[in-house]
């Protein structure tokens, strides 16, 4: 089991938008602002999108959003593409204990 | 082209010993935080392992405390992870990736591959 909870799948058509939450603790998505969103297609590695909450690196889409609220980090997407189908995990720093938590992962399906 | 490489997974015995290596191209390893993270087969994304430029500083996942050893080898500009006493739990893609904040990975390497059964 996660330590953070996200959705099992979401899923949107082109052009629309949707959001991923990524729900924490006060000991981790509530305390920092080290919240990150990686995206990863099948049999690839991950690929940053989302740094400290809401920080794009660059080369990543506009159309990419991060945001926190509480406990609970959120990924908006717009304007859907058909190569952003992929698995996203959000991930938060927890301290000097546990270091990194990560969620479970949600499979964004483009309809 | 910068690029992270992953190499020395395969099969072994529960019990038994790996060693994984990371080897950059086109940066300086010991310049960088570089850390490692496993996923299993059709599963999440785990950490497992921070190691700081210097070498002075490693954290590790709880799970694999006493078992796993992270290092950098200046002279091969490589990062390496000793797995012992593996478990059947620890089979799962090795990812090597390169921090620029603790949650913040921007250079990941393709991934190698550890198996642990008899």
């Known amino acids: 089991q996660s330590a953070l909870t996200q959705p099992r799948s979401v899923s949107g058509s082109p052009g629309q938008s949707v959001t991923i939450s990524c729900t924490g603790t006060?000991?981790?998505?509530?305390?920092?602002?080290?919240v990150s969103w990686y995206q990863q297609h099948p049999g690839k590695a991950p690929r940053l999108m989302i740094y400290?909450?809401?920080k794009r690196p660059s080369g990543v889409p506009d159309r990419f959003s991060g945001s926190k609220s509480g406990n609970t980090a959120s990924l908006t997407i717009s304007g859907l593409q058909a190569e952003d189908e992929a698995d996203y995990y959000c991930?938060?720093?927890?301290?000097?204990?546990?270091?990194?938590?990560f969620g479970g992962g949600t499979k964004l399906t483009v309809l | 082209e910068v690029q992270l490489v992953e190499s020395g997974g395969g099969l072994v015995q529960p019990g038994g010993s790996l060693r994984l290596s990371c080897t950059a191209s086109?940066?300086?390893?010991?310049?960088?935080?570089m850390t490692w993270v496993r996923q299993a087969p059709g599963k999440g994304l785990e950490w497992v392992a921070y190691?700081?430029?210097?070498?002075?500083?490693?954290h590790y996942l709880e799970s694999v405390k006493g078992r796993f050893t992270i290092s950098t080898n200046n002279a091969e500009n490589s990062l390496s992870l000793q797995m012992d006493s593996l478990r059947a739990e620890d089979a799962a893609v090795y990812y090597c990736?390169?921090?620029?904040?603790?949650?913040?990975?921007?250079?990941w390497g393709q991934g190698t591959l550890v198996t642990v059964s008899s």
């Open positions: 991930c938060s720093y927890a301290g000097d204990y546990t270091y990194v938590v």
């Open positions: 086109g940066l300086t390893l010991t310049n960088h935080w």
């Open positions: 190691i700081s430029p210097d070498g002075n500083t490693i």
């Open positions: 990736a390169r921090l620029r904040s603790i949650t913040t990975w921007d250079l």
């Open positions: 400290d909450v809401n």
């Open positions: 006060s000991s981790d998505v509530g305390a920092y602002n080290f």
